[in-house]
């Protein structure tokens, strides 16, 4: 389910300390129902997934990847020079001292996610390339019915006006093809996964 952008601004989370160039893109509820400390699993769950296109079997999801890193690979966006430590510095280096000594997290292990700081209730991984410098916010929020949920925010910071026309460009299709092709995807593995958080 799609949220606010106040589902996420609202919140006090370490995130906003270090994002204030940044704007939020899209706000989404995930089905992770769990309990208080589930934070883990789920971060766990992100950095071990081989890569979207392999693990979700939407063929509108996977047509549209196919078509981005095609294109990526053509018009050279993703080159490495455009990345992290090159066209933008990582927000790592924004981080509080306390931050900084918290944990780091784990890397996706598909491309392009690296980590930033992981926290008992949030995590935040962030990429870049020649379009935008964004990041992924994982927040363990309470659902309303004495159990907790996973809460995804996408913030961006568009490289330009070429990054904002890519951004107002490909909005359409993520809203009808990709996201509710990942969340179905996230929905699923965390089911499959329920045993293991259980002990079972």
Known sequence: MRLPSTA?????????????????????ALPTPGGPDDLQYLVRQFAEAPSDEA???APMYRVLFVIRWKLG???????????????????????????REAPRGPDTRSKPF?????????????????TVHGVMHIGWVPDGSGGYRGQMAVLV????LFGA????????FRYVGVYPALL???????EATAAERNGG
């Not at 053509?74 to 931050?99: E, I, Q, S």
């Not at 992981?118 to 991984?125: F, M, P, Q």
């Not at 026309?165 to 359409?172: E, F, H």
């Open 165 to 172: 026309a890519y951004m107002l460009a490909i909005k359409p």
């Open 114 to 130: 690296r980590s930033v700081y992981l926290l008992h209730d949030e995590w935040a991984a962030e990429m870049a390339n020649r």
């Open 184 to 190: 179905r995807a996230i929905g699923r593995r965390w």
């Open 73 to 99: 690979a053509l018009l050279g966006w993703d080159k490495p020079d455009t990345g992290l430590n090159a066209r933008v510095r990582t927000l790592r280096d924004r981080l509080p001292a306390d931050l």
């Open 8 to 28: 996420h601004t609202s919140r006090p989370w370490r995130i906003h300390e270090i994002t204030r160039d940044f704007h939020v893109e899209d706000v989404w």
């Open 55 to 57: 693990t979700i079997s």
């Open 157 to 160: 910071k568009p490289n330009g």
